[in-house]
């Protein structure tokens, strides 16, 4: 089926139209989800079900190569992610490179968060441990950060090199921004090279690093799946449960869930410490990604005095094992 492009991005009536191309059903609506950062993704419900469609230009169809690819190695060994069922990147369907998936019973952890009971949150934390647990069977990586298969390999050979390099990075953007004071990046820099000796022994250790407050789906109190999974991180799992921390922090949430997580995993001395600096680290990363325009032309706007507060408690408490 040939579909008109009236417009440079995607929009609900292509969506609509590729979709009742795809399924040959009739849709009844056609909604823009604000969820993600990269993709245009809309809430479609035809006469017969409920889809959500996912979209992006051509210069970015190898990111949907890449979550083809990891949904082949994690659907087998059980990882509730929600399927493709239909994919296509050529153009058969659609004028994007579009993925077709079931719709998912449920919403964003952050958006039922503050609906969810203590004892949910425990649940649902004893759930995700399990979760990565399971990712962690899969070989570790080539090289360390987030990459799209086995065969891209990273100039990143150490965990440490993974961190400085990011955080070298943001310290260019952040002043460049010049919303929030770039000196504080190097204060975090020091404390990494202070920590080296234990960020370079860290395994290429496979885990959801996206699996955060977002892109994990929660119905009646439990994950009824994962979505967006179109990378995985090779390094310190703890990463995710920092990014999780923070990203609750950020929308003004408790962090009973992320507590939990911690609690679960029994953590040791050097573990904490590692949690404690990816705080940190999350805070510098929230703080660059601040005023952003991103892949799908919405811009992020946080707050940025409860911003600058998580980064100083987050300061703090790595100050607090004598760093």
């Known amino acids: 089926m040939s579909i008109e492009v009236d417009a440079a991005f995607p929009n609900k009536d292509i969506a609509a139209a590729i979709v009742t191309s795809m399924t040959n059903e009739k849709v009844i609506s056609s909604v823009r ?13 035809t006469e017969n079900s409920g889809y959500v469609i996912r979209m992006t230009d051509t210069e970015h169809k190898n990111n949907f190569i890449s979550a083809i690819y990891w949904q082949e190695k994690l ?6 992610l929600a399927k493709f069922i239909k994919t296509d990147l050529d153009g058969k369907h659609s004028p994007f490179p579009a993925l077709l998936m079931l719709r998912l019973p449920g919403d964003d952890l952050c958006n039922v968060y503050s609906h969810l009971t203590s004892f949910d949150k425990k649940n649902l934390a004893k759930a995700m ?30 965990w440490y090199d993974f961190l400085m390099n990011r955080l070298k990075l943001f310290m260019k953007i952040i002043r460049k921004n010049a919303v929030f004071d770039a000196n504080l990046v190097t204060e975090v820099i020091s404390i990494a090279n202070s920590m080296e000796k234990e960020l370079r022994a860290i395994r290429a250790s496979p885990f959801l690093w996206d699996a955060s407050e ?16 179109d990378d995985i991180c090779f390094g310190d799992p703890l990463f995710v449960l920092a990014l999780t921390y923070v990203a609750l922090e950020n929308e003004g949430h408790d962090t009973l869930y992320t507590d939990y997580w911690a609690e679960v995993l029994q ?27 991103t892949t799908n032309r919405q811009q992020v706007i946080f707050n940025v005095g409860r911003l600058k507060n998580i980064f100083q408690q987050a300061l703090m408490r790595v100050k607090g094992f004598g760093i």
Do not use: C, W
Request: charged share 20%; net charge positive; glycine share 6%.
């Open 75 to 80: 659907l087998p060994l059980g990882i509730p």
């Open 129 to 158: 441990v399990k979760i990565q647990a399971t990712t962690s069977l899969l070989p570790d990586g080539p090289s360390y950060g987030i990459m799209a298969s086995y065969e891209q390999v990273s100039d990143d050979k150490l």
């Open 214 to 229: 977002r892109n994990v789906i929660i119905h009646h109190g439990k994950i009824s799946g994962i979505v967006d999974v």
């Open 267 to 293: 953590l040791d001395k050097n573990a904490q410490l590692r949690l404690a600096f990816y705080r940190l680290f999350y805070a510098v990363v929230f703080m660059r990604k601040h005023s952003m325009t």
């Open 33 to 45: 989800m604000t969820t993600g950062d990269q993709y245009f993704v809309f809430d479609i419900k």
